[in-house]
């Protein structure tokens, strides 16, 4: 079992930034790719970023690329999503997931969640 708590959200305006932290214990955290979700209200959870499990990859939602940056401390097992440039359109509960295999960007390929940080985003 891996547990995953995430951390960092809140309300922010247009054009600011956030950085969400996801803490994990439970296992050895270097053999899990992680990967950061989100869930708008009434719409399916969606990809945003993942990382492999030595953080030399990242894969990024076509939305995101080149505002938000996915980052992992293997030492303090810990993930990290740094969020810039945030608009309204990226308000949702931001969910952290742990997958054991190889990295994947379909959120029922993970194996282990967070509980989410609601991150809100104002115009």
């Known amino acids: 079992q891996v547990q995953l708590v995430e951390s960092g959200g809140g309300l922010v305006q247009a054009g600011g930034s956030l950085r969400l932290s996801c803490a994990a214990s439970?296992?050895?955290?270097?053999?899990?790719?992680m990967g950061w979700f989100r869930q708008a209200p009434g719409k399916e959870r969606e990809f945003v970023a993942a990382i492999t499990q030595s953080g030399s990859n990242t894969y990024y939602a076509d939305s995101v690329k080149g505002r938000f940056t996915i980052s992992r401390d293997n030492a303090q097992n810990t993930v990290a999503l740094q969020m810039n440039s945030l608009k309204p359109e990226d308000t949702a509960v931001y969910y952290c997931?742990?997958?054991?295999?190889?990295?994947?960007?379909?959120?029922?390929?993970?194996?282990?969640w967070g509980q989410g940080t609601q991150v809100t985003v104002s115009s």
């Open positions: 439970g296992r050895t955290f270097s053999n899990y790719a």
């Open positions: 997931a742990a997958r054991r295999l190889v990295i994947s960007t379909t959120p029922s390929a993970f194996n282990y």
